[in-house]
C-alpha cells in the first residue's frame, strides 16, 4: 500500500503539516536537522505525494507549463533545467513546449495545458504582441511572459526580464573602450521585443559616443530572407554568413555586437573563413552566456543573464507563497564577462 503523510510525520516524530511544509519548501524557518529528518524519512519510506489528492485540497494541478522558443539553444534548455529544479523545490513538475515564436502554437499549448487543469505558465517567446494570451488570463490563467518588457497594449499580466537594452550597452561600451569604431551588429529576424531591446541598446550607445552608425553594419535582412523564424536552430550559420559578408566589405568593421552567443560563435566561424583571428583582427561579444561561451576558442566576451535568480523569481510568481500582482514587472541587470575574443582594434580606424 501507499505510504501515507500521516505514517511519514509519525516515522519522522513531527505533525503531518511539517511534512507537507517541507514537500513544498515552506522550511525557512524550520530547524535544520527537523527537516534532514523529514527529508531521510520520506526517502526511507518512499513516500510519493498524492497528486489527485493535493488537487482537490488546493484546487489545482501541481503541474508548471513552461513555453519556450527552442531548446535547440542551449540557453533555454539551461533555463528549464533550472526552473524545473526550483519548481520541484516547491512539490511542482514542468511541462515543457517548444513553440518557435509562434503564437498560433503557443496558443495552442495553452488549450491543452488549460484542458489538463494547469494554471500556472511560464511564457518566454517575447512576442512584440501577446494579445492571444487573453483569453486565458480571463479563465483564470496566471502567466509571467518572461524575458520581455511590458509593451503598450498588452494583456495586465506579469512580465520578467533581463535588462536587454543595458546588455547591448554594456557590450558596446566595452569595444568603444577597446577603441574601435566600426562596430557591426548582427542578429536574425528582429521579431522579438528582446531583441529589438539589444539593437536599440547597441544603436544608443554609440549615438552616446557620437559615432556614427553605418546601416549596412547593422547586418539583420539577409537573415530574415535565409529563415521565416526566429533562427533558434539557424543561428551559427547564420552568424557565419553574416560575418563572411561584412568582413568582405571594403570598410570592414573591427567588432561585431551579436545578438545572442550562439549568433556569436557563427560570427567567430565566420572570421576565422575570412582568414583573421578573433580577438586580434576582429573583436566579438555575444550575449546570454551559455556554457558553450567559455568553450570556445579564444573563449567568449558576452553579457550574462543572472538565470538562477530569474528562475526562482519566475517560479516563485507562479506557485509560490506571494502570488504575482497583475501588471507587475521585474528587471534583472546583467552584466558583461570579459574574456579573449575581446581586445583594441589592429590599427587606427
Not at 493535493?54 to 519556450?68: A, E, F, M
Not at 549596412?216 to 526566429?230: G, I, S, W
Not at 555575444?286 to 567568449?300: E, M, Q, V, Y
Amino acid at each position: 500500500m501507499a505510504v501515507t503523510i500521516q505514517q511519514v510525520a509519525r516515522a519522522a516524530r513531527v505533525s503531518p503539516s511539517t511534512v507537507s511544509n517541507v514537500l513544498n519548501g515552506r522550511d525557512s524557518r524550520m530547524l535544520p536537522a527537523t527537516k534532514l529528518r523529514v527529508e531521510q524519512t520520506i526517502a526511507q519510506l518512499g513516500y510519493r505525494p498524492n497528486r489527485a489528492a493535493r488537487q482537490l485540497r488546493t484546487g489545482r494541478v501541481p503541474l508548471i507549463g513552461l513555453v519556450v522558443p527552442s531548446v535547440a539553444n542551449p540557453f533555454w534548455g539551461r533555463f528549464a533545467h533550472l526552473v524545473e529544479s526550483v519548481a520541484m523545490r516547491s512539490g511542482f513538475r514542468v511541462l515543457l513546449g517548444n513553440s518557435d515564436r509562434d503564437p498560433a502554437r503557443e496558443t495552442e499549448y495553452l488549450e491543452e495545458l488549460w484542458a489538463d487543469g494547469i494554471t500556472s505558465v511560464l511564457l518566454c517567446s517575447s512576442l512584440p504582441s501577446i494579445a492571444h494570451v487573453q483569453p486565458y488570463l480571463r479563465r483564470g490563467m496566471t502567466i509571467v511572459a518572461f524575458d520581455r518588457t511590458s509593451q503598450l497594449g498588452d494583456p495586465v499580466l506579469v512580465n520578467v526580464s533581463v535588462d536587454n537594452s543595458l546588455g547591448a550597452q554594456l557590450a558596446t561600451h566595452h569595444l568603444l573602450e577597446q577603441g574601435h569604431r566600426r562596430l557591426a551588429f548582427v542578429s536574425g529576424r528582429l521579431s522579438s521585443v528582446n531583441r529589438r531591446e539589444r539593437l536599440d541598446g547597441f544603436l544608443r550607445t554609440l549615438d552616446r559616443a557620437g559615432v556614427d552608425v553605418d546601416p549596412a553594419l547593422v547586418y539583420r535582412d539577409a537573415a530574415d530572407r535565409a529563415a521565416d523564424r526566429a533562427g533558434d536552430l539557424d543561428a551559427a550559420e547564420l552568424g557565419r554568413v553574416a560575418a563572411r559578408e561584412l568582413l568582405a566589405r571594403p570598410a570592414a568593421p573591427t567588432a561585431i555586437v551579436a545578438i545572442n552567443d550562439l549568433f556569436a560563435i557563427g560570427v567567430c566561424a565566420g572570421v576565422r573563413d575570412a582568414g583573421l583571428q578573433v580577438g586580434r583582427d576582429v573583436s566579438v561579444v555575444g550575449f546570454d552566456d551559455i556554457t558553450l561561451a567559455d568553450l570556445t576558442s579564444p573563449a567568449l566576451t558576452t553579457v550574462r543573464q543572472p538565470l538562477p535568480e530569474m528562475a526562482e523569481a519566475t517560479v516563485q510568481l507562479l506557485v509560490g507563497d506571494a502570488p504575482a500582482r497583475a501588471g507587475q514587472s521585474l528587471l534583472m541587470r546583467p552584466e558583461l564577462v570579459v574574456r579573449a575574443s575581446t581586445g583594441p582594434p589592429p590599427r587606427a580606424v
